[in-house]
């Protein structure tokens, strides 16, 4: 069972709407963190984040420790949003908090 | 700033073939990593090192060495490479265990 999991998979969206990808993961953490990566393959670290909600421009991450949930939102979409995101989580304790455990990524279009 | 670099971009092996991969980071960054991205999978670890000198294995490190002589270079090394080792590789760097990680643009890494 894969510890990250992310929805949905695949999202097309008009130039202009709230879009909302969601992460879900399956034991406990000390951070999570949300990815992009465009097309060419160039990955960007966007938030990392334990608790609350972070804002930065027209995104805006917030987690759930409690329900073990995190969504990232993307108000007044744009095309050039356009990318896959990339959701990772560094797990709480033990041998493996050494390491991020990714999930498969969702790829968002938005068409002008 | 150039950030992480990596060296080569685009590579195409022969079944057996020994390959390096360079990595460098100008950050004075103590904490590298090597992942590995294939289709339909998340990123996965290969190996990674908390400072000069230091090397230990990830997820995923069978067929692969690496080594961290100098602490703004982490190379990693293919000995004898498979068809099951195409992929596309990415070097990441930290300052510490909790940091945000900065990727590099990636090596694409085909064997025939």
């Known amino acids: 069972k894969n510890e990250v999991e992310q929805s949905p998979q695949n999202l097309t969206a008009q130039e202009g709407e709230f879009i909302t990808i969601n992460c879900s993961y399956s034991?406990?953490?000390?951070?999570l963190h949300w990815l992009q990566q465009h097309p060419g393959g160039g990955i960007v670290s966007l938030f990392m984040?334990?608790?609350g909600k972070k804002k930065h421009g027209r995104l805006i991450a917030t987690i759930n420790i409690q329900e073990k949930h995190s969504s990232l939102h993307i108000t007044a979409s744009h095309p050039r949003d356009s990318a896959v995101y990339i959701c990772?989580?560094?797990?709480?304790?033990?041998?493996?908090?050494?390491?991020?455990?990714f999930g498969k990524g969702t790829l968002l279009t938005v068409n002008p | 700033n150039a950030g992480v670099t990596q060296t080569p971009k685009f590579r195409v092996l022969k079944t057996g073939q020994s390959m390096t991969l360079l990595c460098a980071q100008d950050?004075?960054?103590?904490?590298m990593y090597w992942y590995r991205q294939d289709p339909g999978m998340g990123l996965r670890l290969i190996h990674y090192?908390?400072?000069?000198?230091?090397?230990a294995k990830g997820e995923v490190p069978d067929g692969y060495n690496v080594s961290r002589l100098k602490k703004q270079n982490f190379l990693l090394g293919l000995e004898s490479a498979a068809p099951s080792q195409t992929s596309v590789y990415f070097c990441?760097?930290?300052?510490?265990?909790?940091?945000?990680?900065?990727f590099g643009p990636g090596t694409r890494l085909t064997v025939l």
């Open positions: 990772a989580v560094r797990l709480y304790s033990g041998g493996s908090n050494y390491k991020l455990t």
């Open positions: 034991v406990g953490i000390s951070a």
């Open positions: 984040l334990s608790s």
């Open positions: 950050m004075n960054h103590e904490y």
């Open positions: 090192s908390v400072g000069e000198g230091t090397t």
């Open positions: 990441a760097s930290a300052r510490d265990l909790t940091d945000t990680q900065y």
